[in-house]
């Protein structure tokens, strides 16, 4: 089994910045593999946030968190960062971490095979 611990999450002021962690555990990995970042604000669908593949070198983000949002991998690869820069209100989710068995990064919620249990984030105006 596999197992995503996520962590970091909290509340901070608009315009503040979070930084979430999210570490990978468990007998079965092995091999390459991407992580991802989801959220989910109530009575919302869990969206896509921000992924990235194996190697680090390759990145996707969701528009509305472009350029304030950072995806990263530890040297060690089984655990990922979510630096949140310009905290927005709408930003305010529950934050959930994901493993895929591919190299590449996805943005499909679909392709992803492992999930956290989440971490809150909340940005007060």
């Known amino acids: 089994q596999v197992q995503l611990v996520e962590s970091g999450g909290g509340l901070v002021q608009a315009g503040g910045s979070l930084r979430l962690s999210c570490a990978a555990s468990?007998?079965?990995?092995?091999?390459?593999?991407?992580m991802g970042w989801f959220r989910q604000a109530p009575g919302k669908e869990r969206e896509f946030v921000a992924a990235?593949?194996?190697?680090?070198?390759?990145?996707y983000y969701a528009d509305p968190v472009k350029g304030r949002f950072t995806v990263s991998r530890g040297n060690a690869k089984n655990t990922v960062y979510l630096q949140m820069n310009s905290l927005k209100p709408e930003d305010t989710a529950v934050y959930y971490c994901?493993?895929?068995?591919?190299?590449?990064?996805?943005?499909?919620?679909?392709?992803?095979?492992?999930w956290g249990q989440g971490t809150q984030v909340t940005v007060s105006s």
């Open positions: 994901a493993l895929d068995r591919g190299m590449a990064p996805t943005t499909r919620l679909v392709d992803y095979d492992y």
């Open positions: 468990g007998a079965r990995i092995c091999g390459a593999y991407s």
């Open positions: 990235i593949g194996w190697s680090g070198g390759s990145t």
